[in-house]
């Protein structure tokens, strides 16, 4: 075998077991993809009760968590240049998380009673230029029986608003960047263009509006 093929073939050797590592691929029980465009990547995410879940990868990037219910510590058990464990605390139905860093290589453990239910927004736009970014966004107090409009966080990749429709009434948004859309607490999403206008039905809402172009 030639020095080119030799190393053609050591290169692609170390290069499947890293694509085999995605999880909606080799752990789709656990991980769904919801939605996906040029812009983001929705992955449902489930840890049922005691789940031990094996090595897998996610990439690098900013990501949005949003928690579907609510559930206890999970136990991430990092490897490569980022060996150790983490524990996320207890979250909350409809608790926001918002992060940047570099790919992640880690096993998953939940070792409560309760499953853990939620979604995992993963961006493909230019970043915001934050490194490290770490933000928690929680549910506000709103007034019974109006609807409401939160806006929770912003930077130049994107912008987080929770809106709540009051029963018996409607919203109507004008959709003037990309935007995910997500029902609470179904973690149910839709995408919705430039135009508008988007009409919502009574409900809670996030409102995950898009500002950076996809990264070819």
């Known amino acids: 075998m030639s020095r080119f093929a030799l190393a053609a073939f050591v290169a692609l050797a170390a290069a499947v077991p890293v694509a085999a590592q995605d999880p909606t691929k080799t752990l789709p029980d656990s991980y769904k993809v919801q939605l996906e465009n ?10 049922g009760a005691g789940a031990k879940l ?3 990868t996610h990439p690098a990037g900013t990501t949005v968590y949003v928690y579907l219910n609510d559930s206890e510590g999970v136990v991430f058990s990092h490897s490569g240049n980022n060996n150790r464990s983490v524990t996320r605390p207890p979250v909350k139905a409809g608790g926001v998380r918002v992060a940047s860093g570099p790919e992640e290589h880690h096993t998953a453990e939940n070792p409560a009673s309760t499953p853990s239910d939620f979604l995992r927004i993963w961006f493909k736009t230019a970043s915001g230029g934050e490194r490290n970014l770490r933000r928690r966004l929680t549910r506000g107090t709103y007034p019974a029986g109006e609807n409401a409009t939160d806006e929770q966080f ?8 929770r809106l709540v429709v009051a029963p018996g009434g409607s919203m109507s948004l004008g959709v003037k960047e990309p935007a995910l859309l997500i029902d609470l607490p179904s973690g149910q999403t839709r995408w919705a263009d430039r135009g508008g206008p988007v009409t919502l039905q009574p409900g809670e809402y ?6 950076t172009p996809p990264q070819l």
């Open 38 to 47: 040029d812009y983001v990547k929705v992955v449902r995410v489930h840890y």
């Open 54 to 56: 094996p090595d897998h």
């Open 154 to 161: 912003v930077n130049k990749q994107m912008r987080i608003t």
């Open 206 to 211: 996030l409102r995950v509006d898009v500002l």
